[in-house]
């Protein structure tokens, strides 16, 4: 027997199985062997926010952290907060006697954020230097915005790596 017979037999043995793929709009789809077929149920291939993440986290006097949630007129007037740094995403509203500042930074492994530090740190500085309270934010909060914070703590307040990822992260 020819190894591409061999194949062909095994081939033949398999157990037949089937694939769900799912589109971006959350439409569902079961493919088999000898069709594709739309699921009724639709299922999106990402977490749905169900739920505001609006709760900023204070990192030390003046500084809060947290979600682009938080920019919300409600919760900056809770935290008496009056500076917001957006990083990577604007704040979704901006209101009056709220002073902003956005800069562009993509959520991936290969941005520069000490090109974003540059623009972050003096606005931050200004904040505080104010006695103001400043929100620093990006989508979730959990990446660069805790990022940035971190930056901050060690160039300005002088604190080691460890301490300052310590303090963002307790």
Do not use: W
Request: proline fraction near 5%.
């Amino acid at each position: 027997m020819s190894f591409l017979k061999s194949l062909q037999a095994k081939k033949r043995n398999l157990k037949s199985t089937e694939t769900y793929i799912t589109s971006v709009d959350g439409r569902r789809f079961k493919q088999t062997k000898d069709e594709v077929v739309e699921v009724e149920k639709p299922q999106y291939g990402y977490v749905v926010d169900t739920k505001p993440d609006d709760t900023p986290s204070k990192i030390i006097d003046h500084i809060y952290l947290g979600s682009q949630d938080c920019c919300d007129e409600k919760v900056l007037r809770e935290y008496g907060i009056t500076y917001v740094l957006s990083i990577g995403i604007e704040a979704p509203v901006q209101y009056p006697n709220i002073t902003y500042k956005f800069v562009e930074c993509l959520d991936l492994p290969e941005s520069d954020l000490v090109i974003s530090l540059s623009e972050c740190i003096p606005f931050i500085k200004r904040a505080t230097y104010e006695n103001c309270n400043i929100l620093v934010h990006c989508n979730a909060g959990v990446s660069r915005s805790p990022s940035v914070v971190v930056g901050y703590l060690i160039l300005v307040e002088k604190l080691s790596y460890v301490d300052a990822y310590n303090t963002v992260k307790k």
